[in-house]
T-cell receptor
Framework: AQSVTQLDSQVPVFEEAPVELRCNYS??????LFWYVQYPNQGLQLLLK??????LVKGINGFEAEFNKSQTSFHLRKPSVHISDTAEYFC????????????FGGGTRLMVKP | ETGVTQTPRHLVMGMTNKKSLKCEQH?????MYWYKQSAKKPLELMFV???????ENNSVPSRFSPECPNSSHLFLHLHTLQPEDSALYLC?????????????FGSGTRLTVV
């Protein structure tokens, strides 16, 4: 079974500052990794995913994440945030070639202040 | 428009009512999912359908009954719910049966049980 830990439930940051949202996972098998964003009163939207290859993954809206196998982490970063980035961010993990289950972390609320 | 449409967006029902949630995907995807999102809890997988066959039933109470009449439609039938069932119910679909490339989510149905 897999598990995902998002260490910060809330991250306040000023507009145009850099941000990092942390995600650590646990799994006995190789995994695929995902970041989703949820804006108020909406469903989840895929930001980026790591399936294989380069450990640095670029996604939409200027976000990127780096897969670190030795530290079992997949932290999300953006060099300069906007007010419109205020949302809930979810890290998720899925075992490769095993079942359908996507396991989500508890979410991190990013609050961008002017 | 995400390609996954959920109706209704909001639903208020009494504990003795029977209602249904509807999900429709226009993406040609092969698997569909129901997730429950409660306040302060991680997203919980409820059901998985792959090519109209239920492949996962994650210990969900029998008062929730899924139906997948074809690969584009997914329903969640509700009866004799409890107040703790109040939550955002999210439908998702994936291109491949295993969900290895991520999911596309709908905007959800906000359910309130009174």
């Amino acid at each position: 079974a897999q598990s995902v830990t998002q260490l910060d439930s809330q991250v306040p940051v000023f507009e145009e500052a850099p941000v990092e949202l942390r995600c650590n996972y646990s799994s006995s098998v190789s995994v695929y990794l995902f970041w989703y964003v949820q804006y108020p009163n909406q469903g989840l939207q895929l930001l980026l995913k790591y399936l294989s290859g380069s450990t640095l993954v670029k996604g939409i809206n200027g976000f990127e994440a780096e897969f670190n196998k030795s530290q079992t982490s997949f932290h999300l970063r953006k060099p300069s945030v906007h007010i419109s980035d205020t949302a809930e961010y979810f890290c998720a993990v899925k075992a490769q070639n095993a079942g359908n289950m996507l396991t989500f972390g508890g979410g991190t609320r990013l609050m961008v202040k002017p | 428009e995400t390609g996954v449409t959920q109706t209704p967006r909001h639903l208020v029902m009494g504990m003795t009512n029977k209602k249904s949630l509807k999900c429709e995907q226009h993406l040609g995807h092969n698997a569909m999912y129901w997730y429950k999102q409660s306040a302060k809890k991680p997203l919980e997988l409820m059901f998985v359908y792959s090519l109209e066959e239920r492949v996962e039933n994650n210990s969900v109470p029998s008062r929730f009954s899924p139906e997948c009449p074809n690969s584009s439609h997914l329903f969640l039938h509700l009866h004799t719910l409890q107040p703790e069932d109040s939550a955002l119910y999210l439908c998702a679909s994936s291109q491949d049966r295993a969900g290895n490339y991520g999911y596309t989510f709908g905007s959800g149905t906000r359910l309130t049980v009174v």
